[in-house]
């Protein structure tokens, strides 16, 4: 079992960049496929990126495409989310979430992950 804990969120104006981290506990990190996901008020969470075991494959939602990169330090079992260009938008609670694989593969879905963190908040104003 893997826990998550985001840190990095805040408030920023638009156009401004801000750079989440997701830690995660125990040895095992790079077992592990990763993923953001976000969830604005009364709107349902919504997949953001996500990043293969190894870092080799990522598939990222065309809202933050361009904008966003991912990461991953395996050495460090830490995962990365940069934002830039931020938009009004984006403003929402930002999680991540793990799912045990080591096949290569990245999915969207949520129910996919079977861990979460605890959210950080990101808010956008103009």
């Known amino acids: 079992q893997v826990q998550l804990v985001e840190s990095g969120g805040g408030s920023v104006q638009t156009g401004g960049s801000l750079r989440l981290s997701c830690a995660a506990s125990?040895?095992?990190?790079?077992?592990?496929?990763m993923a953001w996901f976000r969830q604005a008020p009364g709107k349902e969470r919504e997949f953001v990126v996500a990043?293969?075991?190894?870092?080799?494959?990522?598939y990222y939602a065309d809202s933050v495409k361009g904008r966003f990169t991912i990461s991953r330090d395996n050495a460090k079992n830490t995962m990365y989310l940069q934002m830039n260009s931020l938009e009004l938008e984006d403003t929402a609670i930002y999680y991540c979430?793990?799912?045990?694989?080591?096949?290569?593969?990245?999915?969207?879905?949520?129910?996919?992950?079977?861990?979460w963190g605890q959210g950080t908040q990101v808010t956008v104003s103009s």
């Open positions: 125990g040895r095992t990190f790079s077992s592990y496929a």
């Open positions: 979430a793990a799912r045990l694989s080591r096949s290569g593969s990245v999915r969207y879905q949520a129910d996919s992950y079977p861990y």
């Open positions: 990043i293969s075991w190894s870092g080799g494959s990522t």
